[in-house]
């Protein structure tokens, strides 16, 4: 069985920087598409970010030129490094794992973490 762990989130100032990390464990020879996502109180999950199995990436437009995705599959690990932080970046930030690539829908990913907070105070 796959298992998503985040870790990294936390409180920082608008204009801050933070790197999340998922840590996949179990089943880690098959190659999965990666995303991370975000939800905020009261607000639909939305996508962020994803990674095929050949490093190639797709960002929301919000996040565009601020966050940046990346995996080490040798260490079954994924990233987001995540700098000039607003107050709308602050929400649970979820790993997320599929196979299908190269999509940030919600329905397209089938293994997840628990989530990680993010909190931008202006």
């Known amino acids: 069985q796959v298992q998503l762990v985040e870790s990294g989130g936390g409180s920082v100032q608008a204009g801050g920087s933070l790197r999340l990390s998922c840590m996949v464990s179990g089943r880690t020879d098959r190659r999965y598409c990666m995303a991370w996502f975000r939800q905020a109180p009261g607000k639909e999950r939305e996508g962020v970010a994803t990674?095929?199995?050949?490093?190639?990436?797709s960002y929301t437009d919000s996040v565009k030129g601020r966050f940046t995705i990346s995996r080490d599959n040798a260490k079954n690990s994924l990233y987001l490094e995540m700098t000039s932080l607003k107050p709308e970046d602050s929400a649970t930030y979820y790993c997320a794992a599929g196979a299908i690539c190269y999509t940030l829908r919600v329905d397209h990913y089938d293994l997840w973490g628990q989530g990680t907070q993010v909190n931008v105070s202006s």
């Open positions: 990674i095929d199995t050949v490093h190639r990436t």
